[in-house]
């Protein structure tokens, strides 16, 4: 039965051809992020370098994209960029995902005091803009990776919350929950094992899209200097960097702002792709 299901799904989602793009490119970013240290043409660029004799040269054979002020190689600090972005929606995700979710199917199912605590909670959350809740707290602590994720974190997992609470509150009342009540089913497997799977397709799809969001919001915060700190490679920092040097030494700030753009489209299109073959399957 997973096997046809299977099956039917990557049939829906082969069948859109941006569907099939944006994993093309999603996969293409992990693998050069993942590789890195092989792939890079000079991985020592990553970290401490300075190389001044060939410091803001052009996109070349030598240099596919270029280099920056300190003679570093831009494509090589990109593909590492990328490893801080993924890991940063990672860890993200990786939190507030379950997080939310857990809180979610509390409230919604269990109901009571502290459920209306847990949605009045998150409704302060969701009030206020994802990157002003962001600056906000790193406004009061030290710009850095760890720093970053825990302030995403802190604002992302009210907004799964939510979306659980209120599909939870619709099925509720499903045949197959009203059954597995009868025959006495704890309220912790109605919710695991009846519920949660009835909503996955809707988590898979926003964690996917999340994914995207999470990594421009970071590398938002890096670009106002309250993220990744030099010298490690970061593509807001990089955006940023690159901006004063306009329009000169235009390839500094032109091709990280590239890259930032090409990963979030390709989650846009990945998780367009799987609403579409998981609502059809």
């Known amino acids: 039965m997973r096997r046809e299901s299977l099956r039917r799904f990557w049939y829906h989602f082969g069948r859109n051809p941006l569907s099939l793009l944006g994993l093309s490119v999603?996969?293409?970013?992990?693998?050069?992020?993942?590789?890195a240290p092989?792939?890079?043409?000079?991985?020592?660029h990553a970290g401490r370098f300075v190389n001044f004799a060939e410091a803001g040269q052009p996109p070349s054979l030598h240099h596919l994209l270029g280099t920056d002020t300190f003679g570093r190689d831009l494509f090589s600090r990109i593909l590492f960029g990328y490893r801080i972005s993924l890991a940063l929606g990672v860890v993200v995700l990786g939190i507030a995902v379950p997080l939310g979710v857990t809180l979610g199917l509390w409230a919604g199912y269990?109901?009571?005091g502290?459920?209306?605590?847990?949605?009045?909670?998150?409704?302060?959350f969701v009030a206020i803009p994802p990157l002003v809740l962001a600056m906000a707290v790193l406004g009061v602590a030290e710009p850095s990776l760890t720093?970053?994720?825990?302030?995403?974190?802190?604002?992302?997992?009210?907004?799964?919350?939510?979306?659980?609470?209120?599909?939870?509150?619709?099925?509720?009342?499903?045949?197959?929950?009203?059954?597995?009540?009868?025959?006495?089913?704890s309220a912790t497997h109605i919710m695991f094992r009846e519920i949660l799977p009835n909503t996955l397709p809707n988590i898979l799809t926003k964690a996917a899209l999340d994914m995207g969001f999470v990594i421009l919001i970071g590398a938002s915060l890096s670009f106002l200097g309250l993220g990744v700190q030099p010298p490690t490679p970061d593509l807001g920092t990089m955006v940023a960097e690159g901006a004063r040097y306009l329009p000169d030494l235009w390839w500094l700030a032109v091709f990280p702002g590239?890259?930032?753009?090409?990963?979030?489209?390709?989650?846009n299109l990945l998780a367009d792709g799987l609403r579409d073959a998981l609502g059809e399957g």
């Open 26 to 35: 999603v996969t293409l970013v992990v693998v050069g992020a993942l590789g």
């Open 38 to 44: 092989w792939i890079a043409p000079y991985p020592e």
């Open 110 to 112: 269990i109901g009571g």
């Open 114 to 124: 502290i459920a209306t605590w847990i949605m009045r909670l998150s409704d302060v």
């Open 147 to 185: 720093n970053a994720m825990m302030a995403l974190t802190l604002m992302w997992w009210p907004w799964y919350t939510r979306m659980i609470y209120n599909q939870v509150r619709s099925l509720r009342l499903e045949g197959y929950v009203v059954a597995a009540q009868i025959i006495g089913a």
């Open 258 to 267: 590239l890259a930032i753009l090409f990963v979030v489209l390709g989650f």
